[in-house]
């Protein structure tokens, strides 16, 4: 069976950092794209980065450039997302997902975890 599990979310103050670990089970993670997304309560879910399988490219939304990082470990299974100099809109539940299959200019996603909470205070 499909495993995405997050964890690493809490609450910081603006400024800080944290680190999100998605750990994946059960298909082949070395071919597949890992993308971490957010969400808001009555908010569309949002894009945040994705990091492409075999040393491909790597996406980010606009709003965490230059603050975020996403990387991998195949050997874990495993993909994170550094998060600094976080802000309050950075308050969401952040979700990772997996994906092999490119349309335009993104994946689309088969798998998805159940979620981790981030909360920035101000």
């Known amino acids: 069976q499909v495993q995405l599990v997050e964890s690493g979310g809490g609450l910081v103050q603006t400024g800080g950092s944290l680190r999100l670990s998605c750990a994946a089970s059960?298909?082949?993670?070395?071919?597949?794209?890992m993308g971490w997304f957010r969400q808001t309560p009555g908010k569309e879910r949002e894009f945040v980065a994705t990091i492409s399988w075999r040393g491909g490219p790597i996406f980010y939304a606009d709003s965490v450039k230059g603050r975020f990082i996403i990387s991998r470990d195949d050997a874990q299974n495993t993909v994170y997302l550094q998060m600094n100099s976080l802000k309050p809109e950075d308050t969401a539940v952040y979700y990772c997902?997996?994906?092999?299959?490119?349309?335009?200019?993104?994946?689309?996603?088969?798998?998805w975890g159940q979620g981790t909470q981030v909360t920035v205070s101000s």
């Open positions: 059960g298909f082949a993670f070395n071919n597949y794209a």
């Open positions: 997902a997996a994906g092999n299959r490119w349309r335009s200019n993104q994946y689309e996603y088969d798998y």
